[in-house]
């Protein structure tokens, strides 16, 4: 049932003030602002010295961000791949390591070959999954859940701000297990994470402003998005969304490699996409976006009131978020990208909730 809502893919786009409370209450303990696992953990997040991520897709994009908050907050060297890659790139992996996989359907070909390679390799086996009685969540040592209900559109929303909700609250008690963070400060971090559905909410009110941008991005052949830290993964899904439901070509990039190539592209006729809330990174931001205005591209600046206050002339368009702490900025920031992607594809008159070539779980490689 769509309710109200054309598409499956608003409706859950919609959805998510709910969907991350609802996955925030099973990780969180609102009253001692504390994080509270509740499934028994086979291994010691502070005898950890690796977690190997595997995913495919936003999956994968989910996981990308968590490799930025678990080494920051918990010290915790991440390496993060696409499933693909890895499980036939059979790394060598020291025996006690945590494999963390990620998957919505738990059902994905690749990230499960992925897990069965690293449970053969003495990994501790642990997964994020959205569906409990799937094949990843069945052959985990221990299977988190992102409790964001049944996603029908191919697009992937509301199951990745799920997922970067469980992952946080994953953070926030690997850093307290490893003493990188203390009370106070995972006080804090929690506060940020119970305070972002309501953020999440005034997110949403963007809807009519983006509506505009996306008429003007679905006349677009190609579309550059850029972002630095723990929004580099979201300027890769804000690409991957737009690609899949509207069939314009887009590219995320991380905005250091800009003038490593992908600058060639820039001229009056390519939109490029910044994703770029006020954080220590912004001010570097900022200098790549004036070379992009120098060569007359048209830039749609996805930032905060701080960082908006911060940006001069040569932006052609400003969607402003609400300013929450950057541990979870990167959730806030899926939201415009989505309705971004959402909306280009509804001008564009694709099949939004079942876009061509795609099927929701791919069980075949
Ligand atoms: O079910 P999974 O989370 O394992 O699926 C992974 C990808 O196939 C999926 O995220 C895909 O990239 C989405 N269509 C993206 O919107």
């Given amino acids: 049932d ?65 490799k930025y908050w678990f080494e920051r907050y918990a010290r915790l060297p991440v390496d993060v791949d696409v499933a693909s890659e890895f499980r036939y790139r059979e790394p060598p992996l020291e025996s006690g390591g945590l494999a963390l996989f990620i998957s919505q359907s738990g059902e994905t070909a690749d990230t499960l070959a992925a897990l069965r390679y690293c449970a053969g390799q003495g990994q501790h086996v642990a997964s994020l999954i959205n569906v409990p009685e799937s094949t990843i969540a069945r052959e985990s040592q221990v299977a988190f859940p992102t409790l964001c209900g049944p996603e029908i559109g191919v697009a992937s929303t509301k199951a990745l701000t799920a997922q970067l909700t469980a992952l946080a609250s994953l953070v926030v008690a690997a850093a307290r297990a490893r003493n990188t963070i203390d009370e106070a400060q995972e006080r804090e971090l929690v506060r940020a994470l119970v305070e972002l559905p309501r953020a999440v909410s005034a997110a949403l009110g963007a809807e009519a402003q983006i509506e505009r941008i996306a008429k003007r991005l679905s006349k677009a052949k190609d579309v550059l998005y850029l972002g630095r830290g723990a ?9 991957l969304k737009l690609k899949e439901i509207s069939y314009i070509h887009a590219e995320g990039y991380a905005a250091g490699e800009l003038k490593h190539g992908p ?21 570097k931001t900022l200098s790549n976006m004036q070379e992009v205005a120098a060569r007359g591209g048209k830039i749609i600046l996805i930032t905060d009131e701080e960082g908006a206050a911060k940006v001069g002339a040569g932006v052609a368009e400003t969607i402003v978020l609400p300013t929450v702490p950057s541990f979870v900025a990167p959730i806030l920031a899926t939201i415009p990208v989505q309705l971004l992607a959402y909306h280009t594809a509804v001008f564009m008159g694709t099949d939004v909730d079942q876009p061509r070539n795609l099927a929701k779980s791919v069980t075949v490689e």
């Fill in 2 to 66: 769509k309710g109200n809502h054309r598409h499956f893919m608003a409706k859950e786009i919609y959805e998510q003030p709910e969907t991350i409370s609802h996955t925030l209450s099973h990780y969180v303990d609102m009253g001692a602002e504390t994080v509270a696992l509740r499934e028994a953990l086979p291994f010691d997040f502070a005898d950890l010295r690796r977690l190997t991520i595997s995913a495919c897709g936003t999956a994968y994009l989910a996981g990308s961000v968590a």
């Fill in 231 to 239: 929004m580099f993964p979201i300027a890769m899904e804000g690409a």
């Fill in 263 to 283: 600058i060639a592209l820039v001229d009056e006729t390519m939109p490029v996409i910044v994703v770029a809330p006020s954080d220590p990174l912004l001010e």
